[in-house]
Structure formats: C-alpha cells, structure tokens
C-alpha cells in the first residue's frame, strides 16, 4: 500500500471513524506533496476530503511547516519586513492594499509581521491559532475586498491576530456609509496613479489605503487604539509624498 494512503483512511472513514490529522501527520503529508510522492488520485481524494471535513489550526499549522521547508534555498534566505499574502483576485475595486505597503516601505517598518486576506471571516481565527503553533511572531488577519488583507471600508471588520503566541480579535466600525461611491465599471489604472499623487481624488480608495494602514499600525504596535491608528494612517497618507525614504524595508 502507498504509504500516502494512510492519510486518505484517517480523514475518510466516515462520520464515527474519521478524525482531523495531527499537526506532525498534516506536516508529513505535506511533505510527501510537496516531494510529489504521491499518485494524483490519491492528491485529489485528500484534497477533497480535506475540503469537506475543513481544516484545523493544527492541520494548518503542519502544511505551513512542511511548505516553508520546501521553498528553494534562496528564498529561505529572504527575511521581508512585512509579509504580505497577496491573490490577485481583485475584480471590483483597484489593488489599494498596494499603496499601503508602498507607503509602509517609505516609513521603513521593519517588524516582523504577516499579513493575511480572506473570503470566509469563519477561516481568521484558523490562521491566528497555527500560527501561535508554529510560532509566528506577529500575525493579522481579516476578511477583506477580493480576499485580499485590504480594508472595505463600508463595512465593519474583524480584527483576529496572534501576538507572539498570544490570539487577540477587535472589531472595528465602518469608515463610511454603505453606497457611498459607485463601482467603476472599469478599473482605470490612470485614475489610481493619479489618486496617489494627488491628482485625483476618490474617496472610497483613500479610505481603503488609510484602513489598510491603520489595521497594520496596530498590529506593529505603534499604536494600541482604532482611533489613535487611523489617526496616525491618515497623517501618512497626507504625507505619502513627503516621508523619508532613506530608510530600506522590504514588502512581499
């Protein structure tokens, strides 16, 4: 029998028999994924098995191990400033998470810190209890636009993050009123460059960059408040053209 196999029979022995991977039995799998020491049908059953049962923080935890280990030698020798999961699956508004790391490089932040989007607000807490496992010095996750780490900010959102081992969550108000601004048919790029050199105006981008700032002031600690940190977004955001760039962090 493949020895992948007995990953296949813990998840899908049914309701009674089945159970949840163990973080070491998550992280050996992985590893025999990523070594592709597997048969493809036997990836697809795990994968959806996986997928129907939902994953654990250990399991999380596990894959997150093993994938850090498979990455090439010289990307384990990059140490980012900030860690910044980025999907390109944008589709309605313009990347402005963008322009809040851009403006996170010129102030030169370089605290460990990892930044994580997503759809389902359910899978935050997930990501902030592996990453107390494994860890992770400093995390922060929310549900964003596209399922990216960007601010909506007609919306509340849920803070959830892991301060070296220690899981904390906020919620946060809206920054304006649902409806405000109408979605552009089309994503003009022109139109974003010039929002960032004070060409243009939009309302809905410039309060999405300053919650995105904000959200990431707190999980750096230089601020310990929601007001104190928009506060202090919205002065970089007025001084985006003017900070000191001589400083070197780097964004990925």
Known sequence: MHQFAKYIQILGKGRKGMRSLTQDEAYEAMQMITCYDVEPEQLGAFLMLMRVKEE?????????????????????????????????????????FVLAALILVRRGYNASLSLIGVFHPNYASIHTQAAAQIGSRKVLVCKGEGGEFERIPERPVQLNGSDNGNVWDEEWKPLMKPGTTLREQHLNLHHYRAVWEGEAEDSYGEAAVIGTLAMVIKALGVEASEQSAHRLATLWWHERQQCDTSREAVVS
């Open 56 to 96: 654990t923080a250990e399991e999380v935890a596990g894959f997150t191990r093993a994938l850090k280990e498979s990455l090439p030698t010289h990307d384990k020798q990059l140490s980012p400033s900030i860690d910044w999961a980025a999907y390109a699956g944008k589709k309605r508004q313009l990347p402005w």
